[in-house]
C-alpha cells in the first residue's frame, strides 16, 4: 500500500469478505479480532496487534482517513495496485498431491472436462505457467513481478481462471494474496501419519512411468550384432522417479498448525486426505462446493469432478491398505 486509494479499497474488501455487507458498528469483539488479525499481518513489526485492534475498534467508524493513513504508513508492503486476475491457489504440504490437484482443478475448470483429460498436464511445455510456480515459491518473491507474469500468461493462452500451486503458508504468502481482487484458496491437507503416507506414495504413483512404449523412454543402443531399440525403463525410472520421504522422516515442515492458524480472507476450504479412507462422501462434498468458486461452471460438472477425484484417489489408496 502506497496510496491512499489503493489502502482504502483492500481495508473495504477484507471487510466485506469476512462480514458481508453490514455496518462496522454491528461488529462484536471477536469479529473485531478477527478483522485486526487479517489486517495485521499486512503491518510491519512496528505496529503491535493491540494498536491495530485499538484502531479497527475506535477509528473504522469514527476517523476513517486517520485510519487509512496509519495504515499505509505502518505498511510492510509498499504496493501501488490489486492484481485483477481472478485466481486460485491449491496450497499444501510439499509432496502431498498438491501439484496433482493443481493440475486436476485447472483442467476442470479451463477445459470443461472432468474425465481422463482431466489429469493431463496444463500447457505440456509451457514456461510461462512454470516461470509463476518458480517466482511464487521463493522465498520473499515480488510480488509487483507475480502480478505481471499472471497477467500476462492469462492473456497469453486466453485462460478463464489461472491455477496455482502453493506449498509454503506463511505471513508472505498471506500477505501476496491479500493484493488480489478475487482470488479462492484450496487447501489439502495429510492430518494424520496414515494420510502422509497414502501423500507420499500418491505422488511416487503420479510420478513415475508405465509407459515403456513412449519415446521418451525409447533409447538406440549400439552392440557388436548392430543398432537396437532397448526401452531401459527401469533405469529412467530409477532416476527420474521423485518419491518424497520427507513428510513421513520429519525433515519435512509437516506441524500442520499455522495452516489452520494463518488463513486469508478470501473464500477457502481446507480438504483432509484423511476424508479420503474414512468419509470419502465429505471430501466430495468439500470439493464439490469449492468448485462453485469457478466461474460459469455447470452444477452437473462439479459434481463428476468431485466424483472422479474421489474415486481416483480411493484407487491409488487401496494399494497400500493391505
Same mark, same amino acid.
Given at each position: 500500500m502506497n496510496d491512499h486509494y489503493t489502502a482504502e479499497r483492500l481495508l473495504k474488501r477484507i471487510f466485506y469478505e469476512l462480514f458481508g455487507d453490514i455496518d462496522a458498528q454491528y461488529l462484536s469483539y471477536s469479529d473485531r479480532l478477527l478483522l485486526a488479525g487479517q489486517i495485521k499481518t499486512l503491518m510491519n513489526n512496528t505496529m503491535t496487534a493491540e494498536t491495530v485492534l485499538q484502531y479497527v475498534t475506535h477509528k473504522w467508524s469514527t476517523d476513517w482517513k486517520t485510519l487509512v493513513n496509519e495504515m499505509i504508513a505502518n505498511s510492510e508492503y509498499h504496493i501501488g495496485r490489486v492484481?485483477?486476475?481472478e485466481t486460485i491457489v491449491v496450497a499444501g504440504l510439499p509432496g502431498t498431491g498438491v501439484e496433482f490437484l493443481q493440475r486436476y482443478t485447472f483442467n476442470v475448470a479451463n477445459n470443461g472436462v472432468a474425465d481422463a483429460k482431466s489429469f493431463l498436464p496444463i500447457n505440456e511445455g509451457n514456461y510461462d505457467l512454470y516461470e509463476i510456480q518458480q517466482h511464487i515459491n521463493k522465498p520473499r518473491f515480488d510480488f509487483e513481478h507475480s502480478f505481471q507474469l499472471l497477467e500476462k500468461y492469462k492473456d497469453k493462452h486466453n485462460v478463464k481462471i489461472p491455477v496455482l500451486a502453493v506449498t509454503n503458508w506463511n505471513k508472505h504468502v498471506l500477505n501476496w494474496l491479500a493484493y488480489f481482487k478475487d482470488m479462492s484458496v484450496l487447501k489439502l491437507l495429510p492430518a494424520s501419519n496414515r494420510a502422509r503416507l497414502y501423500a507420499s506414495n500418491l505422488q511416487n504413483? !503420479?510420478?513415475? #512411468?508405465?509407459?515403456p512404449g513412449s519415446t521418451r523412454n525409447t533409447r538406440t543402443i549400439d552392440t557388436a550384432q548392430g543398432k537396437f531399440k532397448n526401452t531401459m525403463l527401469n533405469s529412467w525410472c530409477t532416476k527420474n522417479n521423485i518419491h518424497?520421504?520427507?513428510? !513421513?522422516?520429519? #525433515?519435512?515442515?509437516n506441524s500442520l498448525h499455522h495452516w489452520f492458524d494463518m488463513d486469508t480472507f478470501h473464500p477457502s476450504e481446507t480438504l483432509l486426505l484423511d476424508y479420503i479412507d474414512a468419509q470419502p462422501e465429505i471430501f466430495q462434498l468439500c470439493y464439490n462446493h469449492f468448485l462453485k468458486e469457478v466461474p460459469d461452471l455447470e452444477k452437473s460438472l462439479r459434481q463428476t469432478a468431485s466424483k472422479n477425484i474421489v474415486a481416483c484417489w480411493q484407487k491409488v489408496f487401496d494399494q497400500w491398505k493391505t
Open positions: 492484481c485483477p486476475v504413483k !503420479l510420478l513415475k #512411468t508405465h509407459a518424497d520421504k520427507s513428510i !513421513l522422516n520429519n #525433515t519435512a515442515d
